[in-house]
């Protein structure tokens, strides 16, 4: 290119030098003015033409070439525009199906095609279509086929000219982003390009929605396995008291014992009333905790009134300005507040306590809550053994699915002490699925 650029100018002035020497020389001497003049204008004349012709067809050469750069970097700047806003408008979608849908109908318009399909693997290894932008009469949205033959979904003649992107889950292909054109075409490198961000999109929606659906049947397990372990910790020994005191009462009354039988069901009616209180606690455990927009203090501010109501046991909740105004995770919420209830619970059965305290402050940028007694208090336990008695380990387990710590002590003042330390920014709970 360089030696181009200096042979434009030195042959234009090697070739007006050789004219004015050839005019100078031997024009004059051979054709008398002014056809000599005219004789060099028209030499001149055709040597520009023949430079021009170069120069121009050089010229338009590479205006074609960048010409066809900008339109190729336009395509991929509107593919990299129109691809953001799909990721904008998928991110803004939470049904699985929808996000689906927003993909097939954006392949179409992006890809400028008649029909664009997607399909994935089911259960029964078959592919069933997922979602699909197109005529209706041109799409079978009922068929089972098998994966490899996604074009039988469409229309033969809809799918003249088609490209298939595969939807990948760690290198193991579920799916298939088909988009087809009635008409011969071919498929540029930022087209495919386009359709293959659009299949992954899919593929991690369509996964997100798999793991969100088996976090939720985690949690629904988590569920059974806590209120299980509380039936058998309340529930169950409380109906094993009253069977074995009711035998008694009847053993006793064929002796003709009535006073020692009165003073058997006056302890029945006790643990009747003890059991009413827990049966009325798992039912309301299983409410959501904390209502959107109320606040975590002032859940546990009315659980607490209703609590006091139903135990007899004085309980007052107290909370720092700080305290009120932190904003957790809904999910963090929803953790805290059930140590809370499991503390009280504790309270409520072991402590023999008149008075509890629940008190909400911030230290070190940390979220402390203190639920504290005026009872008997309790043996530190000693075993892993020792805690599910106590609801501690439920406690623990509910601490830890969000960062937090809880630890609990008899002070020397008496009563029982469960302190609950939580990370102003804690992690949702995801792994142990504790609802």
Do not use: C
């Not at 949205?141 to 000219?161: K, N, T």
């Not at 009616?269 to 109320?294: F, H, M, T, W």
């Not at 000693?382 to 623990?396: E, F, I, V």
């Amino acid at each position: 290119m360089r030696d181009l650029r200096w042979l434009s100018v030195v042959v234009p002035v090697l070739a007006v030098a050789a004219i004015e020497l050839i005019s100078d020389g031997l024009l004059d001497s051979v054709f008398p003015f002014p056809i000599d003049t005219i004789v060099v204008i028209v030499i001149v004349a055709v040597l520009a033409w023949g430079f021009s012709r170069v120069a121009f067809q050089r010229i338009d050469s590479l205006s074609a070439q960048l010409n066809a750069r900008n339109a190729d970097l336009e395509r991929r700047e509107a593919s990299a525009r129109a691809l953001h806003r799909v990721s904008v408008a998928i991110a803004a979608l939470a049904e699985v199906d929808e996000i689906l849908q927003a993909v097939v109908d954006q392949a179409r318009t992006l890809l400028a095609v008649d029909v664009a399909i997607l399909v994935t693997d089911g259960p029964d290894g078959t592919a069933y279509l997922a979602a699909a932008s197109g005529p209706d009469d041109g799409i079978d949205r009922r068929g089972r086929y098998p994966g490899a033959d996604v074009a039988r979904f469409v229309r033969p003649e809809l799918a003249a000219a088609r490209f298939e992107a595969p939807l990948q889950r760690a290198g193991e292909t579920i799916g298939l982003l088909m988009v087809g054109s009635a008409g011969e075409r071919s498929f540029e490198v930022d087209e495919v390009e386009t359709l293959s961000s659009l299949a992954n999109q899919a593929a991690i929606a369509i996964e997100n929605a798999r793991l969100q659906a088996r976090l939720r049947e985690l949690a629904v397990v988590a569920e059974r396995e806590r209120i299980a372990r509380e039936m058998h910790d309340g529930l169950a020994q409380v109906l094993g008291y009253v069977n074995t005191k009711s035998q008694a009462v009847e053993e006793l009354l064929i002796a003709g014992r009535t006073e020692e039988a009165r003073g058997l069901l006056a302890e029945l009616a006790a643990a009747a009333r003890s059991i009413y209180v827990d049966v009325r606690e798992a039912i309301l455990g299983l409410r959501s905790p904390v209502v959107p927009g109320v606040g975590l203090v002032a859940a546990v501010e009315e659980y607490a009134a209703r609590f006091a109501e139903a135990s007899k046991i004085a309980v007052a909740v107290e909370a720092s300005a700080a305290a009120r105004r932190l904003d957790l995770a809904p999910e963090v919420e929803a953790q805290v507040f059930r140590v809370i209830q499991e503390a009280l619970t504790n309270v409520r059965k072991h402590s023999g306590a008149g008075r509890a305290t629940v008190a909400f402050s911030i230290v070190d940028g940390r979220l402390e809550v203190a639920i504290a007694d005026d009872g008997h208090g309790l043996a530190s336990p000693t075993s892993a053994a020792d805690r599910p008695r106590y609801g501690l380990r439920a406690m623990q387990e509910r601490a830890e699915s969000i960062g937090a710590t809880v630890d609990w002590s008899s002070p020397r003042d008496g009563g029982w002490r469960v302190l609950l330390t939580v990370p102003a920014r804690a992690p949702i709970p995801v792994a142990a699925g504790i609802a």
